[in-house]
């Protein structure tokens, strides 16, 4: 009976990865998720969350304009300047923990790290604008920082490496490689040279974003969504607004699933389709998403400028309500016979055939 019983289980647990893994493969409405978000009544210092990063214990650090947020998954805990003269201007911008376990913090006007609970500065006196806009790490383990120029960051300081380029704004990484954007255009790094690839920008594109989706490079713009053409060539690509969108957020929940934010919306790309749109007028826990995470069980973290921390996790079962058939709420079972769903209820049996019960 003993050995029964460990085979049903195991047989439920396989047959529960299978359903989750379709599910993940599948495209499902935002309504089928369910939405949870932390703000000021649940610790957090204030309300905006611009970067979400993950330590190798599964803490979550969160960059807010009142200090580092560290989450626990139960309550949060701010490091401000109460910790460290270094956050007396506490504006985080970007963070970003390290294979060596560093965690990088930009602000509005500081670059510095944390180790072990203690800041220590990072010289940003030698970089060509003196402040960081964007920072990344390679598989391979280095780290580049985008202040002006682009920098390798190692053992604490930011050296200038061999290809001089001005004006970096974003970092990407695409088949394993860096990729940028400057001012006028944008390009990968190949051993020491830059490679530009695409036209070059309009000068009043202003680049957010860079990512790799579906085999093609997706800039986001404060002039709207581009993707690099086979023509070398940016491509717009139409949402659900009369106005070009200034792009606020670009990031990808798995393989087919691309997130796009804008001022006034959130759009869901699903395999190169768009496929939904929330406005932040109806949805107002997701206002204004500034930044996305994955974690390890596949649920979306948000981070946005009026609601805090927010997490997406799909929930596939869907209450069938008695408007559609079942007013009995007792159900013994139900079964699917050549394409009709069997249910056995209290009162009778139900069936359908892709209708109403």
Known sequence: ?????????????????????????????????????????????????YDIAKDDKGFFWLATEKGVVKFDGDKFTTYSQQHSELLENPRIKKLLWTNSKELLIATDSAFFRMVDDEFKSIDTSKTQSGRVVDMLQLPDGKIYVAAG??????????????????????????????CLSTAEVFGCLSGNRFIPLGAHF?????????????????????????????????????????????????????????????ETTLYRLFRGKLMESVSYKTNPILSLVLDGFVDESGNLWLGTLISGLVRTELNPAHHVPAEKGIAEPFIWSVGLIEQTFIVGTATGTLSTNQGPF
């Open 149 to 178: 120029n682009l920098y390798e960051y190692q053992n604490g300081a930011l050296i200038k490496p061999k290809v001089p380029l001005e004006s970096v704004s974003q970092l990407a990484i695409i088949n394993n490689r860096l």
């Open 1 to 49: 009976m003993v050995k029964i019983r460990i085979a049903i289980s195991l047989w439920l647990y396989f047959c529960f990865l299978t359903c989750v893994n379709s599910y993940a493969s599948e495209f499902w409405p935002l309504s089928q998720y369910n939405i949870q978000n932390w703000s000021i009544r649940d610790g957090t210092p204030q309300v905006s969350v």
């Open 202 to 262: 309009p000068p009043a594109w202003q680049v957010q974003s860079i990512i790799d989706y579906q085999g093609l490079t997706y800039l986001g713009t404060q002039q709207g969504l581009y993707s690099l053409g086979d023509d070398q060539q940016w491509h717009p690509i139409q949402l659900f607004e009369e106005e070009v969108p200034s792009i606020r957020a670009l990031f990808k929940q798995d393989d087919d699933t691309l997130w796009v934010g804008t």
